[in-house]
Each structure stands twice: as structure tokens, then as C-alpha cells.
């Protein structure tokens, strides 16, 4: 069993080493739809993959979050990507795979991966 | 079609936080006495007029404008009533939601509860803006997760935090294995 005594005994760990982040201050934005057509198509171990990987890889300024349907049901589940100054990025038919990858070489190596944005999809 | 309940769940519950809910109630409860797997979730948001309260199980009713239906709660209703359970909901404007679903616990069409424990975590740490209590039974026995609780005792520290998400997963794992057994429901 865990006890709340844990969780205080972590709180004053990281009382004064946390920097309270602010999500609104981050300069990425990971989104992840979780409405019922993204939920269905396997959404959640999606947006749980892209979470840990940002926190295991200490990526500072990315914040990972969740919308809800923005009306391309049949592409769910839909990661979109936005970075100031750039063009918003649309991933689609996601995986908690594919996820890590676009952590890998989108948000850490800066190259966006083009076979599976929205782009390519429809163009097949 | 949602493959596990927990997924319905998470489903009905994000409607809760479209409600504005400051907080939403969710108990799970697992009977084998009375053969029943029963899900409330209840909310205090916005709530919902009559009228809308009957178009909500109709599938080609939906508030949003993206697309064309609603399967929601189609999903949740037929998932119970397939498995020989119940299901109601209720509402009022300005006063909240509650969902009720029941499913029978042997009965061969219900869908597994599944990843619940990963179900509450996105959601209470997706969703700081509001506060869940979750509730888990399993026949006699049962734990909670009120994350009032937990706010409380961080101040400002956030749920998002690694330290902190990964503390919510292992009370969720470590909770439900001491209520039941580490049962497979």
C-alpha cells in the first residue's frame, strides 16, 4: 500500500530543486486528441508514451496535452505539434511507437517525420 | 467501439471536464455476490437541460461542431446493456451529470474493466484544473484516490511532475492490488 506519508516525503525532496513549471510558458506544444474517436483508436498509450518520454529525456520546454476531436475521426489517434515560428505539424493513425520516434527525431533532433504527418496519408 | 471499460470511462468522464466540473466522483465497484461490475461517475458541472439530456443517447446528437454524431454514451449504454446490465443518466442545469452503468460480471459479452489504473492516471493528471474522487470496491474491500488529498499536501508542486505522475500510478497499481487480490476483472 502506498501511504500519503510517500508523498509528502517527495514533496519536501523536491520542495526548493522543482522549478514550478508553467505550461503556458513552453515554447512546444504536443497535443493529443482524446475525444471518443481517439480514445477508441488507442489515444491513451499514446499520449502516456509522448509523457514519459519528455520526462525521461528531461526535454525541457515541451508540454504534452489534450483536446478533443478536431474532425478527421478516421486519422485518430492525431498528434499535432506546435513550435513557435513553425508550421503546426499533424500526425496521424498514431502508436506509442511512432510517438517515441517523433520525440527522437522531430522534438530533439528537429527534423519532422514526413511519411507519417497527414500530408503523406491522404497523398496515398 | 471501446475494447475496455476503463476506456468508457475515460470517455464519459472528459465530458464531465467540458462540463467545467470542479469536481467528478467516479466509483468503480466489483461484485461477484451479486455477480454486478458497476461504474458511477457523477460530476457538479454545467449540467444539461432536458432536451439535451434526451438526445444524448442518440447517436447522431452531439454538442461539437467538428463532426456529425455523438457515440459517447451510445457506446457506454449498449456496452452495459449487452452485457446484461443497466444503465441511466441524469441531469440537471447548474447543479451536474451522473452516469450510471452496470454489467454482468460473468456474463460472456462484457468487455474487460482493463487498464483502469491507467485510465484514472490520465485523467487526474490531465486535468489539474479539477479535482476526482475515485472510488474502487471490490466486494467488502475498497481505497480511494481523492486528489484534494493530494493537492493538499503538494501546494504547487504539479501532478505532471515525474516524481509526482509516477507516485499516482503506483498508489492506483499498489491500491487496487491490496483490494483485490490482483484480480484480472
Redesign the interface.
Known amino acids: ?2 501511504s ?1 506519508e ?3 516525503a ?2 519536501d525532496k ?2 526548493g530543486s ?1 522549478t ?2 508553467n505550461e503556458s510558458e513552453a515554447s512546444t506544444r504536443i497535443v493529443v486528441g ?4 481517439g ?2 483508436s488507442g489515444a ?2 499514446v ?2 508514451a509522448l ?1 514519459n518520454a519528455v ?2 529525456k528531461k526535454i525541457e520546454d515541451v508540454a504534452v ?2 483536446t ?4 478527421l ?1 478516421q486519422y485518430e489517434p492525431i498528434v499535432e505539434v506546435f513550435q513557435p515560428g513553425k508550421e503546426k505539424v499533424t500526425y496521424v493513425k498514431m502508436t506509442p511507437e511512432k510517438a517515441l520516434e517523433v520525440i527522437d527525431k522531430h522534438i530533439i533532433g528537429g527534423n519532422v517525420i514526413t511519411e507519417y504527418t497527414i500530408g503523406a496519408i491522404m497523398k496515398n | ?3 475496455e471499460i476503463a ?1 468508457n470511462i ?2 464519459v468522464a ?1 465530458n464531465s471536464v ?1 462540463a467545467n466540473a470542479t469536481l467528478v466522483e467516479i466509483t468503480v465497484s466489483v461484485d461477484e455476490k451479486n455477480d454486478l461490475l458497476s461504474v458511477l461517475i457523477k460530476d457538479d458541472g454545467c449540467g444539461m437541460s432536458s432536451e439535451q439530456l434526451r438526445s444524448v443517447e442518440d447517436p447522431f446528437f452531439t454538442t ?1 461542431t ?2 456529425k454524431v ?3 454514451i451510445p ?1 457506454y449504454k449498449q456496452a452495459a446493456l449487452a452485457a446484461g446490465g443497466e444503465f441511466y443518466i441524469k441531469s440537471e442545469p447548474g447543479v451536474g451529470t451522473e452516469t450510471f452503468a452496470s454489467f454482468g460480471l460473468s456474463n460472456i459479452d462484457r468487455m474487460p474493466l482493463g ?1 483502469i489504473n ?2 484514472i492516471h ?1 485523467l487526474v ?2 486535468n489539474e484544473n479539477l479535482d476526482f474522487l475515485y472510488t474502487y470496491k471490490f466486494n467488502d474491500a475498497s481505497f480511494t484516490l481523492d486528489t484534494r ?2 493537492r493538499e ?6 501532478f ?6 509516477q ?1 499516482i500510478m ?2 492506483l497499481s ?2 487496487k492490488a ?1 483490494t483485490d487480490g490482483g484480480r484480472n476483472v
Open positions: 500500500m502506498k500519503l510517500e508523498l509528502k517527495l514533496r523536491m520542495q522543482v514550478l513549471r482524446m475525444a471518443t474517436c480514445i477508441a491513451r498509450p499520449l502516456t509523457s520526462a525521461e496535452t489534450q478533443g476531436c478536431i474532425g475521426c | 467501439m471501446m475494447t476506456l475515460l470517455d472528459e467540458r461539437r467538428t463532426r455523438g457515440l459517447g457506446f487498464d491507467g485510465a490520465t493528471v490531465y488529498e493530494f499536501i503538494l501546494g504547487g508542486i504539479s505532471k511532475e515525474p516524481e509526482i505522475s507516485y503506483d498508489y499498489e491500491q491490496e
